[in-house]
Structure formats: C-alpha cells, structure tokens
C-alpha cells in the first residue's frame, strides 16, 4: 500500500452503547469493543451507555467527538420502533462511507444468512474524525471491530484528515 495513504497518527477511541436495558455489568458488547481496540493499542477515551433515543444518542455522539477521532456506537442499528441510532447520527455525517455498510452485511451473510439485510450498520466522518454506527450482538462487535474497523481505521482517518 502507498505510505500516503496510512499516516502514523494517534488514535483515541469513544464507545457509545445504545440501550434501554443494558447497564455497565451486563454491557457484554461495549467491552468487548474496548477489549479489541486496546489490543490494537488504540485507547478508550469515553464510554457511555445511552438509550434509544435521538437526543440521547446525538448528545452522546457530540461529547465524544471532543475527545476522540473514531466513535464506536453499539446497537439500534435494527427495524425496530425503538431503534434510532442511524436517524440520529446519520445528520451529523459530512461524508458516508457506503462500503462499510455493504461489507458489514456481505460478511454478515456468511455467518447470519439473509437476516443480515435487516442491519443499517453505517459508517462515516465529520470534521477528520470517523463515526461507525454497528448492531449491538457480540457476534456483530467482533466481526465490524475486528474485520472491518481495525483493519482500515488508520486508512480512513489518514484520508479523512487530508
């Protein structure tokens, strides 16, 4: 790969977990997205747990992007009444990054089969910082974080930030 296009650059992490029902000891999707970003030395450096709720969500959302350039939200990405993580942080996207969403599902199908069209995983930046809106099960943690985010985070915020 061209070294332009991945700068060393310094990573700080926010996980936002949307529910109405997990709690700090039961939020088994929000640790392990720490548990994957600090194992790719990328710190935590805010944590929250909100529920489905668009103010709630895009408060959250605009108090991490003080502190950290990639925000992980974790659930209310579904068809649901209640899911409405994609119509709050969908407004505050400068630029969507659509092949997120379709690899998300594409990888998805392999493991879930045709229920994985029901996910609006979505991804995007604003202002040089990248949002990663993902489904909320630990399976769908582990394959967006550990397939899809790790790999390209650096890639993303070096173009993001050019």
């Known amino acids: ?96 990054i659509d092949g997120f969403g379709e690899l998300f599902r594409m990888k998805s199908y392999d493991e879930i089969g045709t229920a994985s069209m029901l996910s609006r995983a979505i991804a995007g930046i604003t202002g040089g910082k990248v949002i990663f809106c993902i489904p909320g099960s630990t399976k769908a943690v582990r394959l967006a974080v550990g397939s899809l985010i790790l790999p390209e985070i650096r890639h993303i915020l070096t173009h993001a930030n050019k």
């Open 1 to 96: 790969m061209d070294p332009t296009h991945v700068q060393p650059l310094s990573i700080a992490a926010g996980v936002i977990t949307v529910s109405s029902s997990r709690n700090e000891s039961n939020d088994t999707s929000g640790a392990l997205i720490n548990e994957l970003l600090a194992a790719d030395g990328i710190p935590l450096r805010y944590y929250t747990i909100v529920p489905d709720r668009i103010d709630a969500i895009r408060g959250a959302v605009i108090t991490a992007l003080e502190s950290c350039n990639c925000v992980v939200l974790s659930g209310g990405t579904g068809l649901t009444h209640d899911d409405c993580t994609i119509e709050a942080v969908t407004p505050l996207l400068e630029k969507k």
